[in-house]
């Protein structure tokens, strides 16, 4: 098959691939500033996970994204773009757990008050022992988590969750995962923080976890959506469907790409520089000439783990008061709840009825992958009436979206393989990894984002390594925690 030159090949411009939030706000960067680019994305809509999906009158956020950041240029860049349309939103979020509701962030009293005086007591002893007695080898999940709360509250409130979330025992999972999305929170700092209201670090008070954010009035594919039109505006469009299947380099560069298209039209772009947000497995095959054996070797063993939502419309007016409620009972496989009407009043048509997502996390191929539409939305309203948020035969209609690769896995072995990918990967001088899928690395949506920033000023600056684009999300505090 012949390849269709670039229509501006006398040119080699900047090409991004991904049409999520760390793509298109690479894009929009690169367009504010007069500079040339495209954007390829595979799928037929744009935000990746961050997309809206509009069913009946209803809107629906492929799991809960909130909009928080401790980045000043992310919160400026969602203002520009949003305008009076990024809502301030409260959070409230529960775990439900042995037919309870748990407050969530944990609240000691709430907590230890809900599992009963036995429970407790078993708690609190526990977290003591841990205390006096750590694991000594912390490398994975169970051992960090059980160090800071105690081995009994993490077989509460984080076994069966996590468990649910990655499809495979705690004990296997890195510690990586815990330090990156629980950091330096511990049960001594919460059980201050209910007694005296907040606490303190170096003389400063420190409030436990964000309690709002920002939220796009339609979900947050009207950031990305709007931020596609920007771009566009500047002259950087977005070519849905459009699948990179091969990466040209030489010399320690990227020269051009080739993408495959609707309808089976291919094309060549040349490449002044690439910007990539696929996932890095596919990067490393798509290369040409083909990378060394043990980087594809690496990039084979990269995991990930799907996803799946199953919509509900529900004839009711009020269901419950969560924005979300982690689902950590074991009898049933839902893992979250979203109740999109308390994210914004304008995901739903009708106030007169609600509408709520239910998370399942899957693999690829395995039976609640397969299972069909129809039996998928079945099963979400039984385990819905289950744990008593609403009745089965209240459900009016309903849809399911499957999302392969949503989250990249944490094993043991994903460091050493990851370092031998940066090391081959950051070699190409105009080659820039970002994103969640980009970098193997599970961010949150703003850091994505000052992701695509790094990867922009490095760019106009000439700079060559890379260090600064993985410090990204390398930080010591949680990503919710702040100080003020």
Not at 121 to 129: N, P, W
Not at 284 to 291: E, N, Q, S, T
Not at 397 to 403: I, P, S, Y
């Amino acid at each position: 098959m012949v390849l269709a030159g670039s229509p501006r090949s006398d040119r080699a411009r900047t090409v991004i691939v991904g049409a999520g939030p760390a793509g298109l706000t690479a894009a929009l960067e690169l367009g504010r500033l007069g500079l040339e680019g495209v954007v390829f994305e595979a799928d037929e809509v744009v935000g990746g996970i961050s997309r809206s999906v509009v069913f009946q009158g209803c809107r629906m956020d492929i799991g809960g994204h909130r909009f928080f950041t401790k980045a000043p240029e992310v919160e400026s860049f969602w203002h520009d773009v949003l305008g009076e349309d990024l809502l301030v939103r409260e959070r409230t979020s529960r775990i439900y757990y042995q037919d309870r509701f748990f407050d969530y962030p944990l609240k000691p009293v709430n907590a230890l008050r809900g599992l009963g005086v036995v429970e407790a007591t078993r708690v609190v002893a526990s977290y003591l022992q841990s205390q006096i007695f750590p694991i000594q080898d912390e490398r994975t999940f169970d051992a960090w988590v059980s160090n800071r709360f105690g081995r009994r509250l993490f077989e509460i409130f984080f076994k069966t969750y996590t468990e649910k979330v990655w499809g495979m025992p705690c004990s296997e999972i890195s510690a990586a995962w815990a330090a990156q999305r629980i950091k330096n929170l511990d049960l001594k700092t919460a059980l201050t923080n209910a007694v005296l209201g907040n606490g303190t670090r170096n003389g400063e008070v420190v409030t436990s976890l964000i309690e709002r954010f920002y939220y796009p009035r339609l979900g947050p594919g009207m950031m990305w959506e709007r931020c596609r039109d920007l771009a566009a505006a500047h002259g950087i469009e977005t070519h849905l469907r459009t699948r990179v299947v091969r990466i040209h380099h030489g010399d320690g560069r990227v020269n051009a790409v080739e993408t495959a298209g609707p309808g089976g039209h291919t094309r060549r772009e040349p490449c002044g520089s690439l910007i990539s947000s696929m996932p890095i497995g596919d990067l490393v095959a798509a290369m040409d000439p083909a990378a060394p054996a043990e980087v594809q070797d690496a990039a084979q063993r990269l995991r990930y783990r799907d996803f799946l939502i199953v919509g509900l419309m529900v004839d009711r007016e009020h269901l419950f008061p969560d924005n979300w409620i982690y689902v950590h009972a074991p009898d049933v496989r839902v893992g979250r709840v979203q109740n999109f009407k308390n994210w914004s009043p304008d995901m739903v048509d009708d106030s007169g009825r609600s509408f709520i997502g239910l998370e399942y996390f899957v693999n690829r191929g395995d039976d609640l992958w397969n299972l069909p539409d129809g039996a998928l939305i079945t099963l979400g309203a039984s385990e819905a009436q289950a744990i008593g948020l609403f009745e089965a035969t209240e459900v009016r209609a309903g849809l399911v979206v499957r999302m392969p690769k949503a989250y990249p896995v944490y094993d043991a072995g994903y460091v050493g393989h990851l370092r031998v990918l940066r090391e081959w990967l950051d070699r190409f001088e105009n080659l820039f990894l970002i994103g969640r899928n980009g970098m193997h690395r599970y961010n949150n949506q703003d850091h994505s984002m000052l992701a695509a920033m790094t990867a922009i000023d490095n760019l106009l600056a000439g700079r060559t390594d890379k260090g600064n684009l993985w410090a990204v999300n390398a930080e010591q505090e949680y990503h919710e925690e702040k100080s003020g």
